[in-house]
């Protein structure tokens, strides 16, 4: 309990950090290092799980300072479903980044820590990508009632970028598999494109075909990027 208090008072100081760069911005907007970000999506798939229902809004902010990004992304959709993550990472020269991923919805209370009804999955992510290979590794470190983290829950994925294409397979256990188990639960590929709207304005647009061998689904998601 100790624990997840401090990481709870981290996370307002992280939320503070991130809204300073905002009076910087309006000073210098050429020298900001705070962005915006917003994503349009058929589906909401999460490492091969579908998460809501229809179209899914997924808008993100965020603050980067050499290898260091602090942010928040978000996902929302007509049904209902919410979800607000705020996360920290460092990214190291070499190609190895770390970080801690806090998973929390909306409709929770967002004080709620206890083991019983937590509104927190804190997860612990590190991953190194070289050339077109990557390779990520996830761990949640805390078990929360309220948003169902029983703790311990593992993800691994491992990927290759092509010039036009992505493949990606990824295994875990826990929150990622019917029966908590581990096994294979998240394979596809991915591709992007840009659309010309005018002679100055486009939009990137992107398609994954995903196959979850666990629950025996496939899917078909195109997004847009703003």
């Given at each position: ?63 980067s300072d050499g290898g260091l990004t602090i942010g928040v992304w978000g996902s929302f959709d007509a049904r209902g479903y919410s979800e607000t993550d705020p996360y920290i990472s460092f990214s190291f020269p070499f190609g190895l980044s770390l970080g801690i991923t806090d998973y929390y919805l909306p ?120």
């Amino acid at each position: 309990m100790k624990k997840l208090k401090c990481l709870s008072a981290f996370w307002v100081s992280v939320m503070v950090m991130e809204l300073l760069p905002v009076q910087v911005s309006a000073q210098d907007e050429q020298s900001s290092k705070l962005t915006v970000n917003a994503d349009l999506y058929s589906n909401y798939i999460w490492r091969g799980s579908k998460l809501g229902t229809g179209p899914a809004f997924q808008p993100s902010v965020k603050f980067s300072d050499g290898g260091l990004t602090i942010g928040v992304w978000g996902s929302f959709d007509a049904r209902g479903y919410s979800e607000t993550d705020p996360y920290i990472s460092f990214s190291f020269p070499f190609g190895l980044s770390l970080g801690i991923t806090d998973y929390y919805l909306p409709d929770l209370d967002l004080f709620e820590i206890s083991e019983a009804e937590g509104s927190h999955a804190m997860e612990l992510n590190g991953g190194f990508s070289k050339g077109g290979f990557s390779l990520s590794a996830n761990y949640i470190i805390n078990e929360a009632g309220g948003i169902a983290s029983a703790g311990g829950d593992k993800y691994f994925q491992i990927g290759y970028s092509f010039k036009n294409v992505s493949l990606f397979a990824g295994a875990g256990d826990g929150w990622h598999t019917i029966d908590g188990g581990f096994d294979l639960c998240n394979i596809g590929l991915s591709t992007s494109k840009m659309i010309n709207i005018t002679d100055t304005f486009s939009i990137p647009v992107c398609g994954q075909v995903i196959f979850n061998p666990d629950r025996g689904k496939l899917f078909v998601v195109a997004g847009l990027s703003f």
